[in-house]
């Protein structure tokens, strides 16, 4: 009987790990420029190619999905003396019309400042989500574009990439 219980015990354990390699399959890490900073993705996210303009704009990168309804741009630039991520959130939300902008926290612990705003994309309008952190003597900002109707579902892959976002 004890030999039978130790190996069901085996299977489960067996099928945990096989589960969980699954699930994590389905899953990768993005660093964040070359700030050290990373996120964790749907793996069906791919960067996308971004313009002259964008990089002269401290785009280093842009993540789309085909099965999402949310995409994302990363920028990263030089801290000016005096700018914390507060100051630089407070100035962008007041450029983009938001009426107030938030502070966050990561899982692991890393503070963000972040806002909402809509904003025009190809003579659309798209309802955002940026959030910005500081990396060293960077900053980090993730501009999330929500498309579709489905807010709800957009809602729950940002929080999940933002409740991601770590050191390493």
Same mark, same amino acid.
């Given at each position: 009987?004890?030999?039978?219980?130790?190996?069901?015990? +085996? =299977?489960?354990?067996?099928?945990?790990?096989?589960?969980?390699?699954?699930?994590? +399959? =389905?899953?990768?890490?993005?660093?964040?420029?070359?700030?050290?900073?990373?996120? #964790?993705?749907?793996?069906?996210?791919?960067?996308?190619?971004?313009?002259?303009?964008?990089?002269?704009?401290?785009?280093?990168?842009?993540?789309?999905?085909?099965? !999402?309804?949310?995409?994302?741009?990363?920028?990263?630039?030089?801290?000016?003396?005096?700018?914390?991520?507060?100051?630089? *959130? +407070?100035?962008? +939300? *007041?450029?983009?019309? *938001?009426?107030?902008?938030?502070?966050?926290? !990561?899982?692991?612990?890393?503070?963000?400042?972040?806002?909402?705003?809509?904003?025009?994309?190809?003579?659309?309008?798209?309802? #955002?989500?940026?959030?910005?952190?500081?990396?060293?003597?960077?900053?980090?900002?993730?501009?999330?574009?929500?498309?579709?109707?489905?807010?709800?579902?957009?809602?729950?892959?940002?929080?999940?990439?933002? *409740? !991601?976002?770590?050191?390493?």
């Amino acid at each position: 009987m004890k030999k039978l219980f130790a190996i069901v015990v +085996a =299977l489960v354990l067996a099928l945990c790990a096989i589960s969980a390699v699954a699930e994590e +399959a =389905l899953i990768k890490e993005i660093e964040l420029g070359t700030s050290g900073l990373f996120i #964790t993705v749907p793996v069906d996210y791919e960067a996308q190619e971004i313009s002259a303009e964008d990089t002269d704009e401290n785009q280093v990168a842009y993540f789309k999905s085909e099965d !999402s309804l949310v995409d994302f741009d990363v920028y990263q630039w030089a801290k000016v003396e005096g700018e914390t991520a507060e100051t630089v *959130a +407070a100035a962008e +939300a *007041a450029e983009f019309g *938001a009426e107030e902008y938030f502070e966050g926290i !990561s899982n692991s612990g890393i503070v963000f400042e972040g806002y909402y705003a809509s904003e025009e994309y190809d003579g659309q309008t798209f309802e #955002t989500l940026t959030i910005i952190t500081e990396a060293g003597d960077d900053f980090v900002e993730i501009v999330f574009w929500i498309d579709g109707e489905n807010i709800e579902e957009a809602e729950l892959v940002v929080t999940s990439i933002i *409740a !991601s976002l770590t050191a390493i």
